[in-house]
Nanobody, 122 residues
């Protein structure tokens, strides 16, 4: 597994913005696609967005579509999640994830970051 390190979480008011970063130690066959999942206290971890390192395939959960943008910088081995118009329901721990292909299934994830807290106040 590659090593993934998230950063950029914090506290914001509703309507505000944050940008999360995920630095990967390497891009390998087992880390073709990168994405973000989130988990609120007492709730199941859920898919947020994912992207191939090529940037050709991108997808978002319906709950964040139009507000969040995922992107990658291959030279820096880094994936970003720009989060705009944040809502209180976006509050969760956000986890960077790597997989051999784009997937929304937790069981298909091969690498996980340690998580970064995002809190949106109203």
């Amino acid at each position: 597994q590659v090593q993934l390190v998230e950063s950029g979480g914090g506290l914001v008011q509703a309507g505000g913005s944050l940008r999360l970063s995920c630095a990967a130690s390497a891009r390998t066959f087992g880390n073709v696609a990168m994405g973000w999942f989130r988990q609120a206290p007492g709730k199941e971890r859920e898919f947020v967005a994912h992207i191939t390192w090529s940037g050709i395939k991108i997808n978002y959960a319906d709950s964040v579509k139009g507000r969040f943008t995922i992107s990658s910088d291959n030279a820096k081995n880094t994936v970003y999640l720009q989060m705009n118009n944040l809502k209180p329901e976006d509050t969760a721990v956000y986890y960077c994830a790597g997989s051999a292909a784009i997937t929304t299934l937790i069981s298909r994830i091969t690498s996980w970051g340690q998580g970064t807290q995002v809190t949106v106040s109203s």
